[in-house]
């Protein structure tokens, strides 16, 4: 029998099918490529893992609803947020008792508490950026709103009955304010009963929960800051005569433990969009963020931003 002449195998055929669907499908990408074009210039990178921030209790709403989701959208991290007084705080990073990666204080007074070799050195730098007044809130439907509305403020917290809170002055920097207004307004009005509340240890209640007392009706009125009242959406009086203001700090802690996290978290809220967010829920953003310390232990990430 002479020899047949046989066709490709099997296995060639599927080598060459698979080799032109491959030719294809990169000449298909490529084409893809050509028409969505490479990621934009300085499109932001978004990161994993957490910053832990050690936050004045009066931010404790709008770092909830605002900063945390805004500076997670933009970045990628989270944000384990721990509230309370600032000069308590403070403290606790003294003490060790909460390790920080940022911490956001509403006194410069809080940040010193920190710095120097007496001190362990845990803040070396902070940056003053933005303010916000000390008024009287109240709840609308209060029976003592009328007269808060139209009254002296400092008739009306001295009135039988009247329920006030405020907060520590040895934990709590706003706590201190108020100490300074009543008794401004008790030497500028010759009133014994504005100086006596400073003396009541019962109109005394934790930052985190005075504004849950006022919302149960528990109290009548309580000293917030204006940004903590524009949060909670209570109606405020200032305090006129006395005009007490908190000022907010930033700084990233020595020895963070997640210092890229902090370096970003610190970049993104002095960061316009940052800016434009904090002043719609009431924060006003100092002209110019003022520096404290020692320039040089800036991060190098930070340098640009802090000035």
């Known amino acids: 029998m002479g020899n047949q002449s046989r066709g490709p195998t099997c296995p060639q055929i599927g080598v060459r099918a698979a080799s032109a669907a491959f030719s294809a499908l990169l000449v298909a990408a490529g084409s893809l490529a050509a028409v969505v074009g490479p990621p934009p210039a300085g499109a932001a990178t978004k990161h994993a893992g957490t910053v832990i921030v ?3 209790g009066s931010l404790e709403t709008i770092m909830k609803t605002a900063v945390e989701p805004g500076f997670h959208k933009a970045t990628g991290y989270t944000v384990t947020d721990i509230p309370g007084g600032s000069t308590g705080l403070a403290q606790d990073i003294k003490g060790g008792i909460h390790r920080a990666d940022v911490f956001w204080s509403a006194a410069p007074t809080s940040d010193r ?14 940056l003053t950026f933005a303010t916000t007044s000390l008024v009287l809130g109240y709840e609308p439907k209060d029976r003592f709103a009328s007269a808060i509305r139209h009254g002296p403020w400092w008739k009306v917290v001295t009135e039988p009955g009247f329920r ?16 300074d207004a009543l008794r401004k307004a008790a030497r500028q009005h ?6 006596a509340i400073v003396e009541d240890e019962a109109t005394v209640f934790t930052e985190t929960s005075l504004v849950g007392r006022l919302q149960a009706g528990q109290l009548d009125a309580g000293f917030f800051y204006a ?13 006129a005569g006395v005009g007490e203001k908190a000022d907010y700090t ?8 997640h210092p ?46 802090v000035g």
Request: charged share 20%; proline share 8%; no cysteine.
């Open 54 to 56: 050690l936050t004045a």
């Open 260 to 305: 890229a996290a902090a370096d970003a978290f610190v970049a993104w809220l002095l960061s316009p969009a940052a800016k434009r967010l904090l002043a719609a829920h009431g924060l006003d953003e100092l002209g110019k963020p003022v520096l404290a310390g020692k320039k040089s232990e800036v991060p190098a990430s930070l340098k640009k931003v």
């Open 164 to 179: 006030i809170g405020r907060t520590n002055p040895v934990t709590d920097p706003k706590g201190r304010l108020t100490v």
């Open 113 to 126: 508490l920190l710095m120097g070799a007496k001190n362990g050195n845990w803040v070396t730098w902070y």
């Open 190 to 195: 010759k009133d014994a009963a504005l100086a």
């Open 250 to 257: 930033l700084t990233v802690v020595a020895k963070a433990p």
């Open 227 to 239: 940004v903590e009242a524009a949060a909670a959406h209570f109606p405020t009086v200032p305090l």
